[in-house]
């Protein structure tokens, strides 16, 4: 069974940092994107930062220069350094892959992981 498991939120005051960790298991032939998404509380889903094969990231305007993405093709890995972390920035933050499953045919799925709750306070 394919899953999505996040590690690292947790409480951190503005301007200190935290690193969001997500492990992708299951049996999976390749990874073609992940990402970051958060949720604040009473407003959606947003993308924060996206990478896809070759490395190629995009990030949200508003954590541009503050956060980063990075991944770990051979572990399945993929994290979220997050630094200079704004009140604003709190949310539960979600890892998101989109996954071939089988080589031939190709199947792909979207999976989420369970969510993670960053909070920056004071």
């Known amino acids: 069974q394919v899953q999505l498991v996040e590690s690292g939120g947790g409480l951190v005051q503005p301007g200190g940092s935290l690193r969001l960790s997500c492990a992708a298991s299951?049996?999976?032939?390749?990874?073609?994107?992940m990402g970051w998404y958060r949720q604040p509380p009473g407003k959606q889903r947003e993308l924060v930062a996206a990478?896809?094969?070759?490395?190629?990231?995009n990030y949200a305007d508003s954590v541009k220069g503050r956060f980063t993405i990075s991944r770990d093709n051979a572990k399945n890995t993929m994290q979220l350094q997050m630094n200079s972390l704004k009140p604003e920035d709190t949310a539960v933050y979600y890892c998101?892959?989109?996954?071939?499953?089988?080589?031939?045919?190709?199947?792909?799925?979207?999976?989420w992981g369970q969510g993670t709750q960053v909070t920056v306070s004071s």
């Open positions: 998101n892959a989109l996954l071939q499953l089988t080589a031939e045919p190709a199947i792909t799925r979207n999976y």
């Open positions: 299951g049996s999976i032939f390749s990874i073609n994107r």
């Open positions: 990478i896809i094969s070759g490395d190629s990231a």
